[in-house]
Every structure is written in structure tokens, then in C-alpha cells.
């Protein structure tokens, strides 16, 4: 059981009541063949509240897992929900980038599988507090470790119009960027803004009825995604960590992730594009072993949550699926 306050006093919740795990089916089997031997190790590298590695630990039962988070939360919850696994479970508080020195702390040297279900948790998003969602209001933090770095408060405090304008273009795909951007500058001379409250109200006087009538959601959506981007360097820490996933697999070791927006999917498409084709030279007649592609692709393009589980979890509805197996050993 795990316990968490809400705005009515504490609530005892079930540990199936907090999260559904996505496209947990869809994991299992793509996982399966790698964790099939005694004794496999499965990395969970965004153990949250341990849905999927609680399923994946129940279903093969003699694998060991190696549970990573950033967040102090989610793995207090993931430790009290996979408690009854015993040393069958290693949950690591780091950031996924380190999944190496992680999994070498755990005493192992070679993983058979990998899963990334990307972005914040459903605990992290209900938690007003950690300041993630635009329709509460709360601090402006939005850092998923909450043991360092620096909030959105104080980058929406320091940052000059240029670097707010490039951060909401480049990870909220903001057309109205350089317009928020000159909007929070004027709005913070006048006083610091430390709340998502005063955010979104900055953010809605700045956008032209017109563009509010066109439909393109709330017109917080993207500059909150934007700041949570850059808060966590989300997508810095996610091109160095898949590929160094990837590195720790055997042959006939799988990795499966799971993105939840554009800017994400693209990131581990092109990884798993790099891994899974020829480095061959143009124009060498005969293909030497050592070009050979290390990986291949298990998943045709991304795969998408089936219609009937979007409707039960509307938390399926924008994931993207890829997933990838080692076919040799580097050069
Ligand atoms: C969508 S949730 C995972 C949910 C999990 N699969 C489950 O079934 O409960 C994503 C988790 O990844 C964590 N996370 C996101 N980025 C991370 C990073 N760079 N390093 C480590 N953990 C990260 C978040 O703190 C969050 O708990």
C-alpha cells in the first residue's frame, strides 16, 4: 500500500489504483525470448511506481531486476510494492544516463533486457505540488529529482528572451514562442513569477483570441512540456542513455521503449536506426562482418496502444512504441 496526501487528507490507495502500466502486454511479449534463461537481468530504467517491473517480475520468475529512478518517490513506492520480490530486486535512485555504473554497482556486467516508459508518472502529475500540470496551481518546480537542480521557477526567473524563445520552439514546438517569451520577460519585471497559476495567466492574456478559437489546446500545454524538457535536460540524458542501454545487452538481448512525445520517439528512432543499419562504406563490394548492424528492429515503424486500451487508459493514447534486439558483439 502506498500512502499519498491530497487536498482532503491523506488517502490510502492500491498499488492498482495508481498506475496502469502501458502497453504492459505488448513489453511482456516483445521481452520474453531475452528473459526466457535462469537468472536474466532486466533493467527497468524508468522503475516509477513499478507497474511494469511488478508484472515482468511475476511473469518470468527467475529474473532479477535492477529498478532506476530519478525521482525519491516513486521508488519509495516501487520499493514498498515489490518488497515480497526480496533480493530479486535492485531499485537505484539515478538518473538513467548513469545505467551503467548502476548496473555494475548491482554486480552485473551483461543485461538481457531494457525497458524505458518515458516522462513523468501519474504521481508526479497528480501531485500538485511538483508544479508538472498547468490546470493546478503550485510551485514552479518540475523537477523530477527533487533532491537537485534547478526549477522552472529559475529558469523562468534568468533566462533572457532568446533562450525562453529557443526552449519553448525547440522542446514545446511553440509557434507563439517568441510572443511567451517576450510576455514572461515583461510579466516578471513587474514580480517574480514562482507559481503555475500566474504562468498560465501570463501565457493566456499573451495568446490572441484567434489562435485560442483555432483548437490547439491549452495554451500552457507546450511551454509547460517545454520547461519540464529543460528543467530535467530530458532529451540530453535520453541520447546518452539508450545508446549506453544498448551497449550493456548480450546478443539476443532486447530493448523496448515507450515515448510519449514527438521529441522523444524521434530521438530513439534515429538511435535505433543507426544501431540496426550496415556502417559499411559506400561502394565496398562485399558487406565485412564487423559492419554488420548490431541490432534489429523487432517493431515495424512505432507501435500505438490499441484503440480499446486508449479508451481504458487515456494515458496509452499518444505512446509510441519501438523496440530493438542485439543481433552481434561491437567490432
Ligand atoms: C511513466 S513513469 C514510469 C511508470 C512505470 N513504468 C510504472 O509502470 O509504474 C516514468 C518514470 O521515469 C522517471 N524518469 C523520467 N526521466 C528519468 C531519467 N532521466 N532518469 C531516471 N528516471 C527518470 C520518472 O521519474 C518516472 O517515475
Redesign the pocket.
Known amino acids: 500500500m502506498g500512502i499519498r496526501a491530497t487536498g482532503h487528507g491523506p488517502r490510502i490507495m492500491s498499488h492498482s489504483d495508481i498506475?496502469t502500466?502501458v502497453m504492459l502486454e505488448r513489453c511482456v511479449e516483445l521481452l520474453a525470448p531475452a528473459l526466457a534463461q535462469p537468472g536474466a537481468v532486466l533493467v527497468d530504467a524508468?522503475?516509477?511506481?513499478?507497474?511494469?517491473s511488478e508484472a515482468l517480475l511475476e511473469r518470468f520468475p527467475d529474473i532479477r531486476l535492477i529498478g532506476?529512478?530519478?525521482?525519491t518517490d516513486?521508488l519509495r513506492i516501487a520499493g514498498e510494492r515489490l518488497a515480497r520480490f526480496g533480493d530479486r530486486v535492485t531499485l537505484v535512485h539515478?538518473?538513467?544516463d548513469g545505467i551503467a555504473d548502476a548496473v555494475a554497482s548491482a554486480g552485473v556486467s551483461r543485461i538481457d533486457g531494457v525497458l524505458f516508459?518515458?516522462?513523468?508518472?501519474s504521481l508526479?502529475l497528480d501531485e500538485a505540488a511538483r508544479g508538472f500540470a498547468y490546470a493546478q496551481d503550485a510551485p514552479l518546480d518540475m523537477r523530477?529529482d527533487q533532491t537537485a537542480g534547478t526549477t522552472a521557477a529559475d529558469i523562468v526567473a534568468t533566462y533572457g528572451e532568446g533562450d525562453l524563445r529557443r526552449i519553448f520552439e525547440r522542446y514545446g514546438e511553440e509557434k507563439l514562442a517568441g510572443r511567451y517569451a517576450r510576455a514572461i520577460i515583461a510579466a516578471r519585471a513587474d514580480a517574480p513569477i514562482e507559481r503555475t497559476g500566474r504562468l498560465v495567466d501570463i501565457l493566456i492574456a499573451a495568446t490572441p483570441a484567434a489562435v485560442q478559437r483555432e483548437g490547439r489546446g491549452h495554451p500552457a500545454k507546450r511551454v509547460f512540456q517545454a520547461l519540464r524538457i529543460e528543467v530535467?535536460a530530458?532529451l540530453a540524458?535520453l541520447d546518452r542513455a539508450i545508446p549506453a542501454s544498448m551497449d550493456l545487452l548480450r546478443v539476443g538481448g532486447r530493448i523496448v521503449v515507450m515515448s510519449y512525445q514527438s521529441l522523444e520517439d524521434r530521438l530513439v528512432k534515429r538511435v535505433f536506426a543507426d544501431a540496426s543499419s550496415s556502417t559499411a562504406p559506400a561502394g565496398l563490394p562485399v558487406e565485412l562482418p564487423e559492419h554488420a548492424p548490431r541490432f534489429r528492429l523487432l517493431v515495424k515503424g512505432a507501435e500505438l496502444a490499441s484503440d480499446e486500451e486508449k479508451e481504458r487508459n487515456p494515458r496509452a493514447t499518444p505512446v509510441r512504441l519501438r523496440a530493438a534486439e542485439r543481433v552481434r558483439e561491437a567490432a
Do not use: K
Open positions: 498506475h502500466p524508468t522503475e516509477g511506481m513499478g507497474g511494469h532506476l529512478d530519478r525521482d516513486a539515478t538518473v538513467y516508459d518515458l516522462g513523468v508518472s508526479q523530477m530535467n530530458e540524458v
